[in-house]
Nanobody
Framework: VQLQASGGGLVQAGGSLRLSCAAS????????MVWFRQAPGKEREFVST????????YYADSVKGRFTSSRDNAKNTVYLQMNSLKPEDTAVYYC??????????????????WGKGTLVTVSS
């Protein structure tokens, strides 16, 4: 699976952005899709995961209630709607594909495929 994230940019605090991650190659619907982010000088962190069908989602506490993940298997795309953005949300956001549905990640190497990141900058 090849993954390409897009939709990042500069936004003011309180604003919104929608990230997209388009997949090609192997069957997209076989994979749970995960969003991670990495802020400057910090470790990569889990943001959200969505199950193969889209019926289950899980979010990090830091984004719960503000971010929503969805997917369109017909378009081979997963989305991350980010509302009420805060300066601390500034990071490079990555999408990844995982055969398994997980709600915690201690080893990011367990993901099967990774996309290149897209930068989100939230100004105060």
């Amino acid at each position: 699976v090849q993954l390409q994230a897009s939709g990042g940019g500069l936004v003011q605090a309180g604003g919104s952005l929608r990230l997209s991650c388009a997949a090609s190659g192997r069957t997209f619907s076989n994979y749970n899709m995960v969003w991670f982010r990495q802020a400057p000088g910090k470790e990569r962190e889990f943001v959200s995961t969505i199950s193969r069908s889209g019926g289950s989602t899980y979010y990090a506490d830091s984004v719960k209630g503000r971010f929503t993940s969805s997917r369109d298997n017909a378009k081979n795309t997963v989305y991350l709607q980010m509302n009420s953005l805060k300066p601390e949300d500034t990071a490079v956001y990555y999408c990844a594909a995982d055969k398994y549905y997980r709600i915690t990640y201690t080893d990011y190497g367990v993901c099967d495929y990774w996309g290149k990141g897209t930068l989100v900058t939230v100004s105060s």
